[in-house]
């Protein structure tokens, strides 16, 4: 039967309608538990689960049929545990070992992934590809493939890590279209055929190497300084423009003393607002052109 290692620990591959289940056993095993802490937990909590959704619950006989060879002493029924049912069942492990477990029991047992394998912290020496410092947006920041550079963790592997434990804009950020062409304009030996590229920040490099348990040190770019953009004079306006605006200032000085004749003369509500609605226009078009004629 094929297996894969959990925490030091032989886990064999077992599916079940479409599934793969672990019985309550593999569970405290895998998680360095007392034997019946699963169980215990699932008894006390079984109101929540749902058979053929969470568990299956099977003969010994249909064991044997199903999935394989097991104890010929084994004469109750067999409780398989399925992904969402694990995730219900191990809410109550919250050390930090329980969380490791966690993930790799999800991702590389109940989802099939190959698990990666340990880092393998190479050097500028041992390996051909030629690192450069980069910068996005003047902050300084590495690509995933520089990170595996660094620490030999695949890009695929790393975007994955990043997708599901860390925080877009904060850790990663995946850049397209427009800011990838300042990006490119930025770092000219960015490889100019990609369409898009992840780039990590300093806090993304952190969380990755914590969550692999890296202690290789990337060199990053030093952060740029921005500079204040130069504050642009408006125009002045030529005699031309200057007499339009004042014939069009004494234009809205007319109408708006008809609008405000309307209030005064109008007694349905209807039509007064409106006319107050077009003094109040009036008002700020002449305010605004004031200011632009020097009144």
């Known amino acids: 039967m094929n297996e894969i290692i959990i925490n030091d620990k032989p886990l064999p591959i077992r599916e079940y309608k479409g599934n793969r289940v672990v019985t309550f056993k593999e569970i405290d095993e895998v998680h360095g538990r007392k034997d019946g802490t699963a169980r215990k937990r699932f008894n006390d909590n079984k109101k929540r689960f749902i058979e053929g959704v969470d568990y299956f619950k099977i003969s010994p006989s249909e064991f044997r049929t199903a999935i394989g060879e097991m104890d010929y002493r084994q004469q109750n029924d067999i409780t398989l545990i399925t992904e969402s049912g694990y995730l219900m069942l191990v809410k109550s492990f919250s050390d930090d070992l329980a969380w490791t477990v966690q993930r790799e029991l999800v991702n590389f047992y109940f989802r099939g992934r190959t698990p990666a394998p340990k880092p393998k912290q190479l050097t500028l020496e041992t390996n051909e590809y030629t690192y450069t410092p980069k910068t996005y947006k003047g902050e300084p920041v590495i690509t995933l493939a520089d990170f595996e550079h660094f620490t030999g963790i695949k890009p695929p592997t790393a975007r994955y890590i990043l997708k599901n434990y860390c925080e877009r804009e904060l850790d990663y950020i995946t850049i397209t ?108 078009a002449i305010r605004e052109i004031a200011s632009y004629i020097g009144i």
């Open 177 to 284: 279209r427009a800011a990838l062409a300042e990006f490119k304009e930025e770092n000219p030996d960015v490889c100019h055929a990609a369409k898009s590229i992840t780039v990590l920040t300093k806090r993304g490099v952190e969380t990755l190497k914590d969550i692999y348990d890296s202690r290789v040190e990337i060199p990053m770019a030093a952060e740029v300084e921005r500079q204040t953009p130069a504050v642009i004079k408006p125009r002045e306006p030529t005699t031309d423009e200057l007499l339009t605006a004042i014939d069009v200032f004494r234009y809205l000085k007319y109408i708006r003393m008809k609008f405000a004749r309307e209030i005064v003369s109008n007694s349905e509500t209807s039509i007064a607002d409106i006319a107050q609605q077009r003094v109040k226009f009036c008002d700020d």
